[in-house]
């Protein structure tokens, strides 16, 4: 892959694919056309950082607008090889690299949500880590789907998955609500009589499906809020048959391809906003330099600070911190390479994780003066996680 | 069971494996539930806190146990899931669950709502037999629930998957470094039941076949019948129908040596002298090398009460023995065994009529023949149960 240089490639094209393989970039012209805008009103030393920084705060103020685009095309590269890397984690994976990469691409907003820009190093590092997460589950989600037999799959979801592949379906709330009472139902009145194998569950038997409908009758007058109509033991099979496939179905949807339209292009919306953003712009502008400012010396002290506390660790944790990080190795392959059980390794790296989040909350509550509570905690994990990964890369 | 490759979860996820044993013996404990959804129920937080409660121990807070008594604990699983953990200065609860997208956490309103019931942390589960593996994912404190959404209709509050916390690393580093923090939100006092009230609330969720009782009343009033020890007990004995099974042989056979059941059953070894006479078991007749014991209290006093294989299938031998060093079975002390229908039978009882060293029965049953036993004085907390041999 031919890594893209010009700020204006970067913040516009997207990756296309050769069967699985990287097939060049494609220019979308109305990204273009407002980088360049962009570009002619505001210089940067740092574009890189910058334009990503700047599109992070306009993605904030205008979630579903252009920013999101130029960040999706931004992190192209970054996703391509985070679904590179996870895919050969997992053995006989029926799904290729692009496969992947389409899922978590469009995922994106949970990327941008969980970034901290006051906080966190870059863009690029924490999106690799989600991307990695996001694509690893869904890998391992769908192995687990494809294994369950349509009743064992049904206990397999949360409730808000459910409801969320019955909207991928296009049912409406009525119905919706309904079909995840029958759920529940089913849930409760059809449950596995051994203790492992449960993967595999039968249809249920007649009597099963009329106890299902009781239990639908009964709850319906307090659970349900809108159609609270009797259902029978054929419309609750035929309506959980709809939940399986929509599940099926919703986990890796077929998605668009990159050339289909997507919402808002070509109308006159997108020509409005694009006038808004660069009036604007100059606002963000000095946001993002006086954060971009204090972000540098900040992560310049935590930088130095975690370097040092890293050294002061054992060499045997030390050895596991960079196998883990800086080679990639599996926890399977760890073990080995320390003569130990895989285990040991999980065990072992949360503890020194442990140590070091310890050590890093101690660090920001005494030099930065932060009072920690269980959500900076969870921020300060993330920041973690992302300057482990990206100090064993640069490594 | 299968070796799990750690490498498909997030670096963050706490993965514990499973073995068969935990599985099979949470199973067998599980079978006193008085209906599938809550044996299967009460089966998942069984496997969560059998390897849930031992790393914790082991990993970061020897102290720590599990809240309630195991009669208690099967007394909520009937109910409503989730399972408490007592720690050094706070309280965990256990949400297991068998979803595997890790979409939500969702709490049951008691566990947040009820004040004897509220913790400072909940912790998302997610149980696997299969793939032999319980993880959990991520945590939140009280305040969080209960400021995330709350689902009318199963009485849940969640939160979605990005609201979690999701190392559970940041638990104990802020119990270490910002202990003083709030982790509970206000809770709204219940109302006060009248025990008439308690009584017809009883018999009427006691009914088994009101699959959720939880729903059943408003939550106000459900809150405050689960709120008082007792008659939460009777609740769930109703649901129960009084005659729970304990199946003597199956644990028997199974040779779970740290069995410790719901109604206090655990393993003992038989004497030497018993093992000495045991002759070679026939095929299908395999006489268990395992007795069971249990202690009694009766007027303040520590008793113990045997149930031993003897050398032939199908017999068995009943005993009360006193437990303080020379100390005798009053006068007057009855033990009685009845069939499952609580009749009599020839030969039932055996009363002392003088002081003794212990009170014996012994009975011959066949297989999957059930008894009820009895002492008079009734111990204390004695709860009828059925053994099915």
Same mark, same amino acid.
């Given at each position: ?14 990756? $296309? ?59 192209? #590269? ?85 409801? #969320? ?12 609500? *309904? ?100 009036? #604007? ?37 030390? $050895? ?9 190795? $599996? ?34 509550? *005494? ?29 | ?50 390897? @849930? ?52 956490? %969702? ?111 408003? @939550? ?101 023995? %006193? ?65 099915? @041999?």
């Amino acid at each position: 892959m031919l890594p893209r240089q010009d700020p204006v490639e970067i913040f516009s094209t997207f990756i $296309k694919f050769d069967y699985d393989r990287f097939g060049g970039w494609a220019t979308d012209t109305r990204l273009r056309r407002s980088m360049r805008q962009s570009l002619t009103k505001l210089a940067a030393d740092n574009p890189d950082n910058f334009w990503a920084l700047y599109w992070h705060q306009i993605w904030q103020q205008q979630p579903t607008g252009l920013a999101r685009e130029h960040l999706a095309a931004y992190l192209q #590269e970054v996703c391509f090889w985070s679904a590179t890397k996870t895919i050969t984690g997992f053995s006989s994976s029926q799904y290729t690299v692009s496969d992947c990469f389409q899922v978590a691409i469009a995922r994106i907003d949970k990327v941008l949500q969980g970034f901290d820009r006051e906080r966190g190093f870059n863009l690029k590092s924490y999106a690799s880590i989600t991307f990695a997460n996001l694509i690893r589950e869904l890998l391992r989600q769908k192995k687990e789907i494809d294994i369950c037999s349509d009743w064992s799959l049904l206990r397999k979801l949360s409730q808000k998955r459910m409801i #969320e592949a019955l909207l991928d379906a296009g049912l409406d709330s009525e119905i919706i609500e *309904s079909y995840v009472l029958a759920w529940n139902c089913l849930k409760i009145v059809y449950v596995p009589d051994r203790p492992s194998s449960t993967r595999k569950l039968p249809k249920p038997e007649p009597e099963t499906w009329l106890a299902i409908a009781n239990l639908y009758n009964q709850e319906r007058h307090t659970q349900l809020k809108q159609s609270k109509e009797a259902a029978t033991a054929e419309n609750l099979e035929k309506w959980l048959l709809i939940c399986v496939r929509a599940v099926r179905s919703s986990l890796f949807p077929k998605l668009n391809s990159l050339n289909d339209k997507k919402p808002g292009y070509d109308t006159g919306e997108i020509v409005d906003s694009l006038v808004g953003e660069v009036d #604007e712009s100059l606002l963000v502008d000095m946001i993002v330099r006086e954060e971009m400012e204090q972000r540098s010396q900040q992560h310049t002290d935590i930088n130095q600070f975690l370097t040092a506390t890293i050294q002061q660790l054992k060499p045997e944790e030390q $050895k596991l911190l960079e196998l883990y990080y800086a080679l990639d190795l $599996k926890q399977a392959e760890i073990a080995q390479e320390l003569n130990t059980k895989q285990y040991n390794v999980s065990r072992k790296l949360s503890k020194v994780r442990k140590e070091l989040l310890m050590a890093l909350a101690q660090w920001s509550q *005494s030099t930065m003066h932060i009072s920690l509570t269980s959500d900076i905690l969870d921020n300060i994990s993330s920041l973690l996680e992302e300057w482990l990964a990206s100090h064993y890369d640069s490594n | 069971m299968n070796t799990v490759n750690l490498s498909i979860f997030n670096p963050t996820d706490l993965v514990i494996e499973l073995d068969q044993s935990t599985i099979d013996r949470a199973w067998l404990q599980s079978q006193t539930a008085g209906n599938p959804a809550s044996r299967w129920q009460n089966y998942l937080n069984q496997v969560a806190l059998a390897v @849930f409660l031992p790393w914790l121990q082991a990993e970061e807070d020897a102290t720590a146990k599990a809240q309630n008594q195991s009669a208690e604990q099967a007394a909520i699983w009937e109910v409503v899931n989730g399972t408490a953990i007592a720690i050094k200065d706070a309280k965990l609860v256990l949400i297991p669950s068998e979803a595997d997208d890790l979409g939500e956490l %969702c709490v049951p309103q008691e566990w947040i709502d009820l004040p004897n019931w509220a913790a400072d942390y909940y912790l998302a589960v997610q149980v696997n037999v299969d793939a032999g593996y319980v993880r959990v994912w991520g945590y939140a404190t009280h305040q969080q629930l209960k400021q995330g959404s709350f689902n009318q209709s199963d009485r849940t509050y969640s939160l979605s998957d990005d609201q979690l916390i999701g190392d559970l690393n940041a638990l104990w580093v802020a119990r270490a470094l910002c202990p003083n923090e709030v982790t509970q939100a206000a809770i709204e006092p219940l109302p006060e039941l009248a025990p008439a009230q308690a009584d017809n609330l009883i018999e009427r969720l006691g009914n088994p076949a009101q699959l959720l009782p939880r729903l059943g009343v408003s @939550f106000a009033t459900w809150g405050a019948l689960l709120q008082n020890p007792n008659w939460f007990r009777r609740l769930v004995a109703t649901r129960r129908g009084v005659l729970t099974k304990t199946p003597v042989l199956q644990w028997l056979k199974q040779g779970l040596s740290e069995l410790s059941t719901e109604f206090g059953w655990r393993q003992i070894e038989l004497s030497l002298n018993a093992e000495g006479s045991r002759g070679a078991a026939t095929v299908d007749a395999v006489v268990p090398a395992f007795g069971l014991a249990k202690k009694l209290a009766i007027a303040g006093q520590p008793y113990e009460l045997k149930i031993l294989p003897l050398e032939e299938a199908g017999a068995w031998r009943f005993e009360l023995c %006193c437990l303080t060093p020379g100390c005798l079975i009053p006068a007057g002390f009855k033990l009685k065994l009845l069939t499952s229908e609580l009749e009599n039978f020839d030969d039932n009882e055996d009363l002392a009529t003088v002081a003794v060293q212990n009170l014996s029965l012994e009975v011959d049953l066949d297989p999957g023949e059930s008894l009820v036993w009895q002492v008079e004085p009734t111990p204390d907390d004695y709860q009828q149960e059925v053994l099915q @041999f």
